[in-house]
């Protein structure tokens, strides 16, 4: 039995990282720990039993409070977003935006993919160098972001804009990034309604028109269809771009593994799955306890405590994964970097399918790709991803 008390990880410290050796070391003494945002699960199967344990509920809603953030714009929407909601409101939201999202619904979109990938690629393949996160990792999911929601791609460099700035409601420096989140926000939700106010007098074949459609037919209110447009907006567009720029961070760093992914362009797919299981850009997933309950080895929570599942910490478990090491050709057990249960990632399809063609593409037309610095990166704790991530490779020409 375990008896040494569990560490202390001081996840609101922007300095932490999820993924150095504190975490590694309290993973080794006991599969839980305490920190800065509640508790925290550190191996694999005690977080994969956390994720279906009915006596927790996803527990993100208190995220603003536990920042010091108690009213306001930001504030009031998050807890109307999807990641906050329960039950029967978080069931009728989610069964209204599942179609668009949908396995089968993405498939004929990867074709676009493919192209809009090669297309950002001839951008910059003559000249050798590319900042990752402005010409490629922004771009691509932004725009495959407008077209799967209906908006006009042309308008994907400020909707991109927005995305960021809401983004940093994701990290650890939330409270001096406030000003920026709510600026966002308010630019978000005012596009949103004009983009609303046009399907309505001109409904197309697109996410939006459908959503107006089920709010006109009393299925969700008028409040509502705004809170989730701006929430798919930027959720779909951040936590991809972001993920992209650790793909490449992951990848060049096993220049082995890189080579093979250009060789095989069908280890895509797998290779986003080990990209996410040992740097994922979702770095904790957060449950809140319903009761009282004692999970045992000293760990007992009172109603409403929270619990932070690592992802890195679970992903990289000896105990789980024998070899933890990184190999696209290995499946390894469920990764966290989706979420779990009733709230695990809408996106999911969206975000494999779309990165599962653009790590091929780029380490096809960028094989000996290395990186150009140490790059900018925001904090290791919270969601994080590249700020500026410049790559250098040998020069190649334009295929279009």
């Given at each position: 039995?375990?008896?040494?008390?569990?560490?202390?990880?001081?996840?609101?410290?922007?300095?932490?990282?999820?993924?150095?050796?504190?975490?590694?070391?309290?993973?080794?003494?006991?599969?839980?720990?305490?920190?800065?945002?509640?508790?925290?699960?550190?191996?694999?199967?005690?977080?994969?039993?956390?994720?279906k344990d009915r006596r927790f509920r996803q527990g993100?809603?208190?995220?603003?409070?536990?920042?010091?953030?108690?009213?306001?714009l930001f504030s009031d929407w998050w807890h109307k977003v999807l990641l906050s909601l329960e039950g029967q409101d978080h069931l009728r939201l989610r069964r209204l935006l599942n179609p668009a999202f949908k396995q089968s619904a993405i498939t004929p979109m990867v074709p676009g993919f493919t192209a809009l990938a090669h297309e950002l690629v001839d951008g910059f393949s003559e000249r050798g160098?590319?900042?990752?996160v402005k010409e490629f990792a922004e771009p691509y999911s932004s725009r495959i972001l407008c077209r799967l929601v209906g908006l006009p791609e042309s308008e994907w460099v400020q909707v991109a804009h927005w995305a960021d700035d809401l983004g940093k409601c994701f990290g650890v420096r939330i409270k001096e990034d406030l000003p920026r989140i709510e600026a966002a926000l308010e630019g978000l939700y005012g596009?949103?309604?004009?983009?609303?106010?046009?399907?309505?007098?001109?409904?197309?074949?697109?996410?939006?028109?459908?959503?107006?459609?089920?709010?006109?037919?009393g299925r969700l209110s008028r409040e509502e269809l705004s809170v989730a447009l701006v929430f798919l907006?930027?959720?779909?567009?951040?936590?991809?771009?972001?993920?992209?720029?650790?793909a490449l961070r992951t990848l060049l760093a096993h220049p082995d593994q890189w080579r093979l992914l250009a060789e095989r362009p069908e280890l895509g797919r797998n290779a986003v799955e080990e990209v996410m299981r040992v740097n994922p850009t979702?770095?904790?997933?957060?449950?809140?306890?319903?009761?009282?309950?004692?999970?045992g080895d000293g760990l007992v929570l009172k109603e409403g405590d929270v619990v932070q599942v690592l992802s890195h910490s679970a992903g990289t478990d000896p105990r789980s994964h024998p070899?933890?090491?990184?190999d696209i050709t290995v499946e390894h057990p469920m990764h966290m970097g989706f979420g779990g249960g009733v709230h695990h990632c809408l996106g999911h399809w969206v975000a494999r399918m779309d990165m599962a063609v653009a790590l091929p593409v780029l380490a096809a037309r960028m094989p000996d790709a290395r990186p150009d610095g140490l790059g900018e990166?925001?904090?290791?704790?919270?969601?994080?991803?590249?700020?500026?991530?410049?790559?250098?490779?040998?020069?190649?020409?334009?295929?279009?």
């Open positions: 039995m375990e008896t040494r008390s569990p560490r202390f990880l001081d996840l609101a410290d922007p300095a932490f990282d999820v993924t150095g050796p504190d975490v590694i070391d309290a993973r080794e003494e006991s599969w839980w720990a305490r920190t800065s945002y509640g508790y925290a699960v550190l191996r694999h199967a005690e977080v994969t039993a956390l994720l993100n809603a208190q995220w603003p409070a536990q920042n010091g953030i108690t009213s306001g160098s590319v900042e990752l596009y949103c309604d004009e983009v609303v106010r046009d399907r309505t007098a001109h409904p197309r074949d697109d996410l939006v028109s459908d959503l107006v459609r089920n709010q006109q037919e907006v930027f959720a779909g567009m951040e936590t991809t771009r972001n993920q992209i720029t650790l979702v770095t904790w997933i957060t449950r809140e306890a319903l009761a009282d309950v004692d999970l070899d933890p090491s990184f990166w925001l904090p290791m704790s919270g969601n994080t991803g590249a700020i500026r991530y410049p790559i250098a490779f040998t020069p190649t020409p334009r295929l279009g």
